[in-house]
């Protein structure tokens, strides 16, 4: 069963404290990207890797930062650093080629506390 | 900047009758188009998509059109069932920005059975 698995599904911490989300894809693809949801708004990017070993700031990476040491997992910390962290987060991969899809995982709800 | 622009946040359609939602965009660069639908605390679910050389493309009972002069594109579900109450994102990418996604805000569409 191809897919992304995203965990946990809700998370809590107290706020000055580190949390790393976890994103797990056997898609074989190449491309993985972590998105921000807030409330009536839509998807905003804040890293993405177009391969392992490599990555590069979306439009909201401030606060938050990643690692990608194997094709199958794209781990995302959010720090202390970021102001706002309360907020759905969403995985998704693809191949790194223009014009093809992005699939994304179920998400992890984080609340800062 | 919002580069996707999606307004009449909300819409209620009876069952049986047709959905249309619409997006507009800024960057003349957007050369491939999606659609998703996202259900409450659940990652987004690719729906259709369309490439900036093509004008329609349909897939059951979604189609798609794109109007590149006038930067607009518009999805429509027809017939609604009341499992289509979700809210819909539409997003754009540019065919030399690594596959990066601009979404939209969302419309939520309620089908009434």
């Known amino acids: 069963d191809g897919g992304i698995t995203q965990s946990p599904k809700y998370l809590f911490r107290k706020e000055g404290q580190n949390v790393t989300l976890s994103c797990e894809q056997n898609l074989n693809h190449d491309a993985m990207y972590w998105y921000r949801q807030d409330p009536g708004q839509g998807l905003r990017l804040i890293y993405y890797s177009q391969i392992v070993n490599d990555f590069q700031k979306g439009d909201i990476a401030e606060g938050y930062s990643v690692s990608r040491e194997k094709k199958e997992s794209f781990p995302l910390t959010v720090t202390s650093a970021q102001k706002n962290p309360t907020a759905f987060y969403l995985c998704a991969s693809s191949t790194p080629r223009g014009g093809d899809t992005q699939y994304f995982g179920p998400g992890t709800r984080l609340t800062v506390l | 900047d919002q580069q996707v622009k999606q307004n009449s946040p909300s819409l209620s359609v009876q069952e049986g009758r047709i959905s249309i939602l619409n997006c507009d965009y800024t960057n003349s660069m957007f050369d491939y188009f999606l659609w998703y639908k996202k259900y409450p605390a659940e990652g987004p679910t690719f729906l259709i998509s369309?490439?900036?050389?093509?004008d329609k493309n349909e897939d059951g009972r979604f189609t798609v059109f794109l109007n590149k002069s006038a930067k607009h594109l518009s999805l429509h579900i027809v017939p609604s069932q009341p499992g289509d109450s979700a809210v819909y994102f539409c997003a754009a990418s540019a065919k030399d920005g690594n596959n990066r996604l601009a979404f939209g805000k969302g419309n939520q569409v309620v089908v009434i059975p």
């Open positions: 369309i490439s900036s050389i093509k």
